[in-house]
């Protein structure tokens, strides 16, 4: 059986659209429908159901998840070979929703360890399941819970995040403010998604109410801006207020205790570590996170 067609198939399996599959790959995408016609002859059953849209079906399901695992072991010997070649130490591939929470343990982890390649992925969490069993990525690191089993998942920090407002808002000398108070109030959040913005539609929709997002975007610095602006208010966690980055808004409490953020290190479970996926556990694990105060600067 044909590696590429492999890999092909993978794709097309995960966005069940064959141009869009044919151009993620630079392929032609007549090209791309005779190597799935060849590999369900090959097997002798469709993979596909194509009664108007693309669509994978039982058959093509049960195969995508032996080609997800064996690819990903192929690609995890690949790797292992690598790291004795290299004399032992490799690669680690760390993929994480935002770097701004990872640049500190990553900074210490590069000062001690400078011949391990670190590659790093920013990845939203709902593919990070799938990135970890397909040994894409050796380690993630998710602000929200990932959906699946068969990870090994140790909490790192746990942080208060802030209502962010300008400086001159109405609710900007409080101390704290309840999640009603805000209904009429416009938003500036991340796409949905986002860890942020889940915890926004989350945090709304326990007192039966929705956000009024007014801009949605996932650029830090620009919606930091954008507050400041007058747009809108937005959600802030605590190390983002402890950065060099100095944001210049004012920082409410929500009187919720939902309001907050675990960030949590996944792996596979039954995933082969390799030496420099270990050092790396090892190093965010044992990062101090929990030494930065929960309360914003001034």
């Known amino acids: 059986m044909d590696l590429h067609a492999l890999q092909q198939f993978l794709v097309v399996a995960e966005l069940e659209h064959l141009s869009g599959a044919a151009e993620r790959l630079r392929v032609a995408q007549p090209s791309l429908s005779r190597t799935i016609a060849r590999l369900e002859s090959e097997l002798g059953a469709p993979l596909f159901d194509r009664g108007g849209r693309l669509k994978l079906n039982e058959a093509g399901r049960r195969f995508y998840e032996h080609v997800e695992r064996s690819l990903g072991e192929l690609e995890a010997g690949r790797r292992a070979v690598a790291e004795l070649a290299r004399g032992g130490v ?58 699946g089993d068969g990870l090994d998942s140790v909490p790192l920090h746990d942080e208060q995040v802030w209502l962010a407002t300008p400086p001159g808002h109405r609710l900007a000398g409080r101390s704290s403010v309840a999640v009603g108070e805000l209904r009429d109030e ?17 945090l709304f929709e326990a007192v039966g109410l929705k956000p009024r997002i007014v801009c949605e975007g996932d ?64 190093a965010l694990v044992a990062w101090p996170w929990d030494t930065a105060d929960d309360q914003p600067r001034h």
């Not at 416009?186 to 989350?202: E, I, N, T, Y």
């Not at 060099?244 to 996944?266: E, G, K, N």
């Open 90 to 147: 490799g690669s680690v591939c760390l993929a994480s929703e935002t770097f701004l929470t990872v640049t500190g343990p990553l900074a210490a982890f590069k000062r001690a360890h400078p011949d391990v390649d670190v590659q790093l992925y920013q990845l939203p969490a709902s593919d990070m399941h799938r990135a970890l069993h397909a040994r894409e990525v050796d380690l993630c690191v998710a602000s929200q819970p990932i959906p």
């Open 219 to 282: 650029e830090l610095a620009a919606t930091a801006a954008l507050v400041i602006s007058g747009m809108g208010l937005t959600l802030i966690p605590a190390m983002a207020l402890q950065t060099d980055i100095r944001v210049p808004v004012a920082c409410i409490a929500v009187d919720d205790d939902a309001c907050r953020r675990t960030l949590t290190l996944h792996r596979a479970a039954d995933a082969r570590v390799s030496t420099a996926a270990r050092l790396m556990h090892t």
């Open 186 to 202: 416009p938003f500036v959040a991340p796409r949905p998604g986002h860890w942020q913005r889940r915890l926004l539609d989350r």
